[in-house]
């Protein structure tokens, strides 16, 4: 619950407390302090005392143009972050992916795998919000296409603990990304209809399906949230265009995405 203010805030506790609003799961209130800046997503792949860190990435979660609307698991996302510049980015580094791992070390958690840390700028400052044991979604779509090293090669020596011999190598170009939901979404929505025009991706473009099934020759919707478009090009203009361009080209019955 994110309250504006103390008179808010009290009438919220009261309600969780007093009134079980949220069952036995508010029986306990965290109150944190409000952070207003900029959201954005970083990833390391850590063997548990080496890490490689991955290409940053900002997703944005509203259902409608301009930020507005309900949230959603993620209407689009971009790679690189504009406003993460070297120097922020090496305060990310310091501050708090390097005390991090050294936290894992220090607890004797045996930790290998990616970790993701939701982050928001404010000022020039990094801040933690969250930390995820996964990669996130649409944010995978343009980190994964910008690592050129072989992915398996890189979870292998994290397994084996070998980080600290890998060299990470990015694509210095611009990945966006852009999400196809189904209309209604993320309310309720209908599914089972007919998707047209996947055949037509590009050099440099691609599609990735998650609310979507064969059904004989046909592929149909199947969840709320159905595909998205993936472009790599040299500036960040050109990216979302390509993408836009080839999800615009893609049809089913209720198609609704963001066009800005």
Do not use: H, W
């Amino acid at each position: 619950i994110i309250c504006q203010n103390y008179v808010e805030a009290f009438a919220e506790f009261e309600l969780m407390i007093q009134r079980s609003k949220f069952g036995d799961a508010g029986k306990r209130v965290v109150v944190e302090e409000f952070l207003s800046g900029i959201e954005l997503s970083v990833f390391v792949l850590t063997d548990g005392k080496n890490y490689v860190l991955l290409p940053e990435a900002k997703d944005y979660k509203r259902i409608g143009e301009g930020d507005t609307g309900l949230n959603t698991g993620g209407m689009g996302a971009i790679s690189p972050v504009p406003f993460a510049n070297d120097e922020f980015m090496q305060k990310v580094k310091t501050k708090i992916i390097e005390p991090t791992i050294s936290g894992f070390q220090k607890d004797e958690f045996d930790y290998k795998g990616f970790v993701f840390i939701g982050l928001i700028k404010i000022g020039d400052e990094p801040f933690v919000i969250e930390y995820n044991c996964r990669m996130g979604d649409p944010e995978t779509e343009v980190v994964i296409p910008r690592i050129k090293n072989d992915l398996v090669e890189l979870l292998q020596a994290t397994a084996e603990q070998k980080l600290d011999k890998v060299q990470i190598e990015i694509d210095p170009r611009f990945a966006a990304t852009i999400v196809a939901v189904s209309g209604g979404y993320p309310n309720e929505y209908q599914t089972g209809f007919a998707i047209s025009g996947l055949s037509l991706a590009e050099e440099d473009t691609m599609i990735f399906y998650a609310g979507a099934k064969k059904d004989g020759n046909k592929v149909v919707t199947s969840g709320g949230r159905v595909l998205c478009t993936t472009s790599l090009a040299d500036d960040l203009t050109e990216a979302l265009e390509r993408s836009r361009e080839l999800i615009e080209v893609i049809n089913f019955d209720g198609n609704c995405l963001r066009k800005d």
